[in-house]
């Protein structure tokens, strides 16, 4: 390395996603478990509903997990390729795959994102599901230039990406003390990494908000940039105050900036 070239963090070893990650941890995993995959949790299917997949496309999703996006992009008449940087979700994939008995056209491998192993300018739709958050931003960048590559002119990029960077930094120590004076404490670990699913710790190296994911696939050249939160269904009933500040949180700008835990985002490959 020399003077002039940045220091690049070291990618997380592709067999740290084992399978018992992508069934135990991975977004999504208890609706695989109770349905192999027919039912797509609410973030993933809403991610997806943003593709808007029709019959003919060619539609590639980068970090294909267990499959299940792979199977429904299928069966909606596209032509559907999944690559994944872990051999055990190729595994899961294939599983999956050769079970299907409406499949069409489709394709697995084993791939780095950041070396798509396609043609230029051959898919109508890269998809990007619970993938950012684990690469570095040197990586990230790499990743979106390969996926500006692959995509059609005029073809689009949909991302799924979370936590939000702003809910951790700045929401989340609030929402801590507050749960801490409850008496809830136990449930909110100091790293908010680690919230829900422990593992994030390890795996989680580059979470996004608005602005970052914005700015970042402007720089890889996608145009038509659309950046935008949402946040899993609030059913809690904790009393008429804490359903108020709840409501403010997550519905009154700028509080839901920084308390909506997910982003999405679409992009377009100039045509």
């Known amino acids: 390395m020399t003077d002039h070239q940045p220091l690049r963090e070291k990618p997380i070893p592709p067999d740290r996603y084992d ?6 941890a991975c977004e999504g995993y208890e609706e695989f478990l109770q349905s192999e995959g027919e039912h797509l949790s609410r973030r993933l299917k809403q991610a997806f509903e943003f593709a808007d997949v029709q019959p003919g496309m060619r539609v590639l ?14 069966r909606l008449g ?8 872990a051999q055990a979700a190729v595994n899961l994939s294939r599983r999956i795959m050769e079970r299907e008995q409406r499949a069409g056209v489709y394709g697995l491998a084993q791939s780095d994102a950041k070396h798509l192993p396609f043609c230029s300018n051959v898919f109508d739709r890269v998809l990007l599901f619970d993938v950012v958050e684990h690469l570095y931003p040197w990586e990230l960048d790499a990743c979106l230039q390969q996926v500006w590559r692959v995509l059609k002119p005029g073809g689009r990029l949909i991302v799924h990406t979370a936590p939000n960077r702003w809910y951790d930094l700045y929401a989340y120590p609030v929402v801590r003390q507050v749960r801490r004076l409850m008496g ?3 449930h909110y670990p100091a790293n908010p990494r680690a919230l829900n699913v422990a593992v994030n710790t390890e795996v989680h190296v580059n979470e996004q908000d608005i602005l970052r994911m914005r700015r970042t696939l402007k720089k890889n050249g996608f145009n038509q940039v659309k950046v935008w939160l949402d946040t899993p269904p609030q ?6 105050l804490m359903s108020l500040l709840r409501h403010i949180a997550f519905n009154w700008i700028p509080f839901a900036w920084f308390f909506e ?9 100039p045509g």
């Open 19 to 24: 399978e018992a990650y992508f069934l135990t």
């Open 235 to 240: 059913r809690r009933t904790e009393g008429a």
């Open 184 to 186: 809830q404490g136990q």
């Open 61 to 74: 999703d980068v970090g294909c997990g267990r499959g299940e996006i792979v199977r429904h992009v299928a």
């Open 78 to 85: 596209a032509h559907s390729f999944g690559v994944d940087y």
């Open 261 to 269: 835990r997910e982003v999405f985002a679409i992009g377009a490959k």
